[in-house]
């Protein structure tokens, strides 16, 4: 099947997450992304929290399907010389390495645009060029923090709160996907290639967006009447952690379902959108809330909202988590179980779309790993195993000219 990147080459410098969460996608889509490794070593995670000695971690295998591995020593002149040829035919390269590391090594801006003037240099750093932090190296909890993410997860009497979703790596390696996929369309008009970077603080910033929302409206009036605060807390000057309450216009909060007293994932999301409260009492089995001017507008319920959420989880109280949804979509109620990885690991629906796919690795035996997300008409991303490291050296090589003889000589000097 012919997919929509094909023919699209890739030269993946990027290691740990962010990085090759990106370049991974690309590979779904047809892509030849070929992952340039340090000899010996390579991606740190093909070592970190190994499971199977021996054999590459998960971390490594779950962001490195469908890629090709060259290892190559590009700090040494022989390996500086592969990697221009390379370079010289490929149609993007992609990094995330500490700030300045590429140019350290002889790989300016400048110079790859001169080496091929039409190949995308997509970058991933901590913070933008130019950002007081720009000298900065970043992990995903420092990321959480520098983009807002931090200062408005958790609860209000608690710390500032890490996502377990990985704000800061893979959300900021899907829009560099998305900058690169612009830049190759752009490219497509003008046919020169450009510099695109994103920045790990602005990545979890746009997807923090409603939190600056939050904070305009809270200057303006004073109060954000949507959060657990209000209309008995304090509010100070900054947007607080709001705890489970939802971001929008639609109150919500996750309640305990049968069994939470012994399942620490016994509930479920509980949305009250303001049109299905009709609905939302007829499930409860509370008809006389439904005119009752206590009850009847969003705002009325606002002060009284969690003894709300209490009537809830007592209805909730003889039902599981999923006998409880199992009534409520009837109802056409937003809300969902709160799933385990476990759950989610086994669901029939996730494995029959695509999502979790189990992938054979030679050394690892087979393991579960999360596939595209997005899904398409035309074409259905097939994952396949993550490459040993330097799987492919030899074949890069033999494809850029090189002979039995010079490849045994650069695997001679270790450049590979
Ligand atoms: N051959 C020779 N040298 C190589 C090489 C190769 N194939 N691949 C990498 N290197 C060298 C680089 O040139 C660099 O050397 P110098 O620092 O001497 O110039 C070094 O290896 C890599 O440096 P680094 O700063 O990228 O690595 P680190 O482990 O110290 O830091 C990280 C890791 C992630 C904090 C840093 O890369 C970073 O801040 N990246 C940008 C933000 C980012 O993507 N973070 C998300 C990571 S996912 O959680």
Known sequence: MTKPLDGIKIIDFTHVQAGPACTQLLAWFGADVIKVERPGSGDVTRNQLRDIPDADALYFTML?????????????????????????????????????????????????????????????????????????????NVAQCAGGAAS??????GPPTISAAALGDSNTGMHLAIGILTALLGRDKTGKGQKVAVSMQDSVLNLCRVKLRDQQRLERVGYLEEYPQYPHGEFGDVVPRGGNAGGGGQPG??????????????????????HAWEPICKALGKPEWIDDPAYKTAEARQPHIFEIFKTIEGWLADKTKFEAVDILRKFDIPCAPVLTMKELANDPSLRASGTIVEV?????????????????????????????????????????????????????????
């Open 64 to 140: 490195n399907s469908n890629k090709k591995s060259l290892t190559l020593d590009t700090k040494k002149p022989e390996g500086k010389e592969v990697l221009e040829k390379l370079i010289r035919e490929s149609d993007v390269l992609v990094e995330n390495f500490g700030p300045g590391a590429l140019d350290r090594m002889g790989f300016s801006w400048e110079r790859l645009n001169e080496l091929n003037p039409k190949m995308i240099v997509a970058s991933v750093k901590g913070f933008s060029d130019g950002h007081h932090y720009d000298d900065l190296k970043v992990y995903e």
């Open 152 to 157: 408005t997860t958790g609860f209000w009497d």
């Open 253 to 274: 909060w996750v309640l305990k379902c049968k069994g939470w007293e012994t399942d620490s994932n016994a509930y479920i999301y509980f949305t009250i959108q303001g």
């Open 360 to 416: 054979p690795h030679s050394k690892r035996g087979s393991y579960l790993t999360v596939g595209s997300p997005i899904k398409f008409s035309d074409m259905k991303p097939e994952v396949t195993a993550s490459p040993l490291l330097g799987e492919h050296t030899d074949e890069v090589l033999a494809s850029l000219g090189y002979s039995k003889q010079d490849i045994f000589n650069l695997r001679e000097v270790k450049a590979v």
